[in-house]
């Protein structure tokens, strides 16, 4: 039984910064020799980022300071930086599911499932919780959260929608992914940390799956996934929860290892899907950063424009974990076609290394 995804939305914090305002301060943060502010410079000007945004405007020169440099030490608490979680981040998951509701066919009373995704924090009752009394959700709804899976998650969570889908042919899930990652930044002078602090950034977004037919113009058709871990890498994306907000170790290495290992990984799947890679037409790469965006491009020898969308969202929006794979999806999904199908072929990375993958199809009345 097949299972659409009828609406993509997606939202960011208040707070925007541009690429180059994050390098120059972060030169002034890590208040390092003339060795790390070169390196620094180095970083984010090859990030192919343009604007990041943020839950908090402490990174600004005249911001207000309640999470970081307020006299307190550069490196507040896990606890401080989960209080900020909790009280931005429920809001934005709530925003996402109204914004799904409200411009899809469904009723509130129509939907019976709730996947919430996000590794950047913690509370119970959750975000599931929160959505359904705001909007008034079914009090016996299926609930489910997806936490601290990393950047790959919503790949899975679309997954079990499909799977309760084809089990219920009355089903309708909201899948809803929220992430701050910009709460858990390092300001010491460690390369691991500097790379992170020059990518990541906070966003939210969510998808609505269900058995129906969409009536919208263009939708998607949720075909059929598959995963997989590296041979290596294990040590090079990890996160860990720290006394001082979540530890993001994404070594420079990563691109280069996910390089060494697509060809192993995408022949066994292209194989599943029963494809050709000129077959597919479409590619939906999460952005992690700039450099794996040019190793896939590489590697799997596709054209330039191949990968306009990660590249537009990376450089709008940076990477924004588990969130971001759905921003790229909506890219593409808004973009004008001739064509009446489009085979779709969507990645996202994350720990482990693991490589999660959808294959859609995209359809344009």
């Not at 930086?81 to 109204?98: E, H, M, P, Q, S």
């Not at 969507?346 to 720990?351: L, Q």
């Amino acid at each position: 039984m097949p299972a659409y995804i009828h609406q993509i939305e997606q939202k960011v914090p208040e707070f925007s910064y541009t690429q180059d305002e994050l390098r120059d301060r972060m030169k002034e943060i890590v208040n390092g020799d003339e060795k790390e502010r070169r390196l620094l410079h180095h970083i984010y000007g090859r990030s192919g980022i343009d604007t990041r945004h943020s839950v908090v405007d402490d990174f600004k020169k005249d911001g207000n300071f309640e999470l970081f440099f307020n006299g307190q030490g550069d490196s507040p608490g896990t606890k401080s930086r989960n209080d900020i979680y909790i009280n931005k981040g429920r809001k934005l998951f709530v925003d996402i599911a109204r914004q799904l509701l409200d411009s899809s066919e469904f009723k509130v009373c129509e939907i019976t499932h709730l996947i919430t995704v996000s590794c950047t924090g913690f509370f119970a009752p959750g975000p599931d919780y929160d959505i359904i009394k705001n909007l008034g959700l079914n009090n016996s709804i299926e609930r489910y959260h997806l936490g601290f899976m990393g950047c790959y998650a919503v790949i899975p969570a679309l997954k079990m929608a499909r799977q309760i889908c084809n089990a219920n042919e009355d089903a309708n899930v909201l899948v809803v992914s929220v992430e701050l990652c910009t709460l858990h930044f390092q300001s010491k002078p460690i390369l691991d940390d500097l790379i992170s602090a020059s990518v990541f950034s906070d966003g939210a977004a969510g998808a609505l799956v269900s058995n129906k037919i969409p009536a919208k113009e263009s939708y998607y058709e949720l075909n059929d996934f598959a995963s997989a871990i590296t041979e290596n890498g294990k040590e090079d994306m990890a996160w860990t929860v720290g006394d001082h907000g979540f530890n993001m170790v994404l070594s420079s290495y990563v691109p280069q290892i996910l390089s060494d290992g697509l060809d192993m990984y995408l022949s066994p799947i292209l194989k599943k899907y029963k494809l050709n890679m000129d077959e597919i037409d479409l590619w939906g790469i999460h952005p992690g950063g700039r450099a794996i965006l040019d190793k896939v491009e590489s590697n799997l020898s596709l054209k330039p424009d191949d990968l306009n969308a990660s590249r537009s969202v990376l450089a709008n929006f940076g990477n924004m974990s588990s969130a971001t794979i759905l921003f790229v999806l909506k890219h593409i999904l808004d973009a004008s076609s001739n064509q009446k199908t489009e085979k779709t072929l969507a990645m996202a990375f994350g720990p482990g290394l693991t490589i999660e993958s959808a294959f859609l199809t995209k359809v344009t009345r």
